[in-house]
């Protein structure tokens, strides 16, 4: 790593500190929902949403899905998949491109302070993740509730399994049943994952998608799962 971006991470690292301890000051919010929100960004991935939204609405038992449509032309499979499952998926147009980071942190904010107090739950994550729960969970909720009541965000990490290409589709025609089942060796263990928070105390993204920022001194769960 370069001086420029060892010095770049530093600075990443104690404005994230900062802002963290700031939030740990604020009050948790009250949520008013009940169950499990997920936020996607989506863009060029109409051959796989469907088999996404199935699997999220009907194996894991997910309450709703806000699905924010990032392509420059409205994406045509998203109003085909609202007739099947017109009370569990809301959708919205965000044409400009996301070219940076920080602009998908900006959109994920945006939607995550609109629709917090709609859920107990909420989490932002992409259409070719997938997670994967222990034996004995009817739900995502389920899961997600069994951590306590003083557990306010669980940390999910990822275990790669293939890639969400066009070529991998072709070859299996699922990205869930298919390509999903076994890790492919090309894609060595991550440090990274994805963060499920409850709604009350979601603060922000700042420097990415990964971790929120959380309110009022809460208890952060890790937990390492299949995406």
């Known amino acids: 790593m370069s001086q420029v971006n060892q010095i770049t ?6 404005v994230f500190h900062i802002a963290s301890q700031w939030y740990r000051l604020q009050k948790i919010e009250r949520d008013n929902g009940l169950g ?3 936020i996607v960004l989506t863009h060029g ?3 796989y949403l469907s ?5 999220y609405l009907k194996v ?6 806000i699905i924010i449509d990032n392509n420059a032309s409205p994406d045509s499979s998203i109003p085909e998949l609202i007739k099947s499952f017109p009370d569990q998926i809301v959708t919205h147009w965000e044409p400009k491109l996301i070219r940076s980071v920080l602009n998908q942190v900006a959109l994920l904010n945006k939607y995550t302070s609109m629709y917090k107090q709609s859920f107990s739950w909420i989490g932002c994550i992409d259409s070719d993740e997938f997670v994967v729960l222990p034996k004995g969970y009817p739900s995502l909720t389920s899961f997600l509730d069994s951590k306590g ?3 306010d965000s669980i940390y999910l990490g990822w275990k790669m399994v293939g890639p969400a290409d ?3 589709f072709a070859k299996t025609g699922s990205l869930v049943l298919s390509s999903f089942h076994t890790a492919n060796d090309d894609f060595p263990p991550h440090q990274l994952g994805k963060s499920f928070v409850r709604t009350g105390a979601f603060g922000r993204f700042l420097f990415g998608p990964h971790q929120p920022i959380l309110r009022g001194g809460v208890v952060r769960r890790r937990f390492r799962m299949r995406f």
């Open 149 to 151: 009541a003083l557990v």
């Open 166 to 168: 066009s070529s991998c």
């Open 36 to 38: 499990v929100g997920i």
């Open 45 to 47: 991935e109409s051959k």
């Open 51 to 55: 088999e996404w939204v199935v699997y």
């Open 9 to 14: 991470l530093l600075v990443q690292r104690l």
């Open 60 to 65: 894991l038992n997910v309450d709703q899905l």
